[in-house]
């Protein structure tokens, strides 16, 4: 076991991508599983080990994972105490539906003190399916319900999930375009994204204006929109490119769905379990939502589980009103109530916010380099927006080069945001600062050769 851990201590490619062996493996995949498939399409490696923040290939190939199971291995791979509970449990009981049992209590209490203090004692929650798309599906249930209410309201540049529900709340056009007759009543709102401004405005000379369109729409008796049954939110825009909303685009959401007793869902899908570097990106932002949904990071070792935590106030439905088989993963509960204790054990949520500090250093690296047309991020989630063109337009394909590049030298990383021209990062929330150090020294050296800056590192 110590031979592993230090042959996984660092990256080491050796060859061309993918590998001899890997590319049987992908090509039995694209013989055997759907054309949906993604991941693999840009990243061509077939995994066979993980451990901590690293995986191995089939070929002997390491690399640091900065994807990190799209942001699920909260203490990454093999955690070797997630990994004993998860063991001790077997033996017990692995499933249990909705029914009680002392590991799903364990869980329920933990999830619950890590609410600020104010939420707990009104916060109740409910267990969806194993995805987050399920827990948004169950958060607007749960609001049409309570409220009798139909519309909902989302934002530009949003994902929450493939589901059909979910889709239909989701931005991306190119996911719903095949799919006809989707979920009616969902109604888009320009999103605070100041990097590419969806009203063509100027942070310096903005009043918030995309935030206030959707106030006057709302107020509005002759504006054409019903009062809705909810406003669907990211704080931290993940697949739309890792776009942190503005504080006070978040707290007017807030305040005039208050005022209007709209009940407002914050997904926290990706950016909650400390991604952000608070236990919830909300805390961050000095408002407190009617609806949480949760899912990915959960467990911290991949183990799926979702769940929405709501005010008890929206509690209508009646039994049975969604429900799931899976729901009751005893593994999951264990394994992600002994996560939350390493997390505070070992001040991960510090750990997270030192991290990003350190990444924010190091970014503002490549601060000169005409790609890059912004570099955004919070906690351990980041992106590095790209352009090959004086004006901005996006480069889709110089993103992917940068993806490439960096994968044969040893560094997972992947694309989100319009067009995918944003590099994403979502490391393993316990991640050292000599990992960081030479993840970063791979990424900017591989935007700093597409620019034209040669070789680079800590300069």
């Not at 408002?287 to 911290?300: H, M």
């Not at 337009?393 to 993806?403: D, E, F, G, M």
Request: proline share 6%; charged share 20%.
């Amino acid at each position: 076991m110590t031979d592993l851990i230090v042959e996984m201590s660092r990256p080491h490619v050796e060859g061309a991508l993918p590998g001899a062996r890997s590319a049987r493996y992908l090509a039995r995949q694209e013989q055997t599983e759907s054309n949906a498939r993604s991941y693999p399409r840009g990243l061509p490696i077939a995994i066979e080990r993980g451990q901590g923040s690293f995986v191995r290939d089939v070929d002997g190939n390491v690399f640091i994972d900065f994807l990190a199971g799209a942001g699920v291995l909260s203490l990454g791979h093999n955690h070797p105490e997630l990994v004993q509970v998860m063991v001790d449990q077997l033996g017990v009981l692995t499933h249990g539906l909705d029914f009680p049992t002392p590991a799903k209590e364990a869980f329920v209490e933990t999830q619950l003190a890590m609410l600020p203090q104010g939420m707990r004692a009104r916060t109740k929650l409910h267990f969806c399916g194993p995805t987050g798309a399920n827990a948004v599906d169950a958060a607007v249930k749960l609001c049409k319900t309570a409220t009798g209410r139909g519309d909902i309201v989302s934002f530009q540049g949003g994902f929450h999930g493939a589901t059909a529900t979910a889709m239909a709340l989701t931005g991306l056009v190119s996911q719903k375009r095949p799919v006809a007759n989707g979920l009616p009543g969902v109604h888009f709102f320009p999103y605070s994204s100041c990097a590419r401004c969806p009203l063509g405005l100027r942070p310096d000379t903005c009043a918030t204006n995309c935030v206030e369109y959707l106030e006057r729409s709302l107020r509005d008796p002759n504006g054409g929109l019903p009062l809705p049954a909810a406003v669907i939110l990211e704080l931290v825009q993940g697949e739309g490119g890792v776009v942190p909303a503005r504080p006070e685009f978040v707290r007017r959401v807030r305040d005039l769905t208050a005022e209007l007793d709209i009940p407002l869902i914050v997904d926290e899908v990706q950016t909650g379990c400390g991604r952000t570097g608070t236990w919830f990106a909300f805390e961050q932002y000095g408002i407190e939502p009617d609806v949480i949904v949760a899912s990915k990071a959960l467990s911290g070792v991949g183990t799926p589980i979702a769940l929405i935590m709501y005010d008890r106030k929206l509690d209508t439905w009646s039994p049975g009103a969604h429900t799931g088989t899976f729901r009751g993963n005893q593994l999951a509960f264990v394994a992600g109530t002994e996560a939350v204790r390493v997390i505070r054990r070992d001040d991960v949520l510090g750990n997270v916010r030192r991290r990003g500090e350190q990444l924010a250093a190091r970014f503002a690296e490549i601060a000169w380099n005409p790609l890059v047309h912004d570099v955004r991020g919070m906690g351990l989630m980041w992106g590095i927006e790209l352009t090959d063109a004086p004006d901005g337009t996006p480069a889709p394909a110089l993103a992917a080069r940068v993806r490439d590049t960096a994968l044969h030298a040893g560094l997972i990383v992947e694309l989100g945001g319009r067009d995918d021209r944003v590099v994403r990062m979502l490391p393993p929330l316990n991640v050292t600062a000599e990992v960081i150090d030479t993840a970063c020294d791979i990424l900017l050296d591989a935007i700093g050769r597409l620019g034209g800056g040669g070789e680079w590192g800590r300069g």
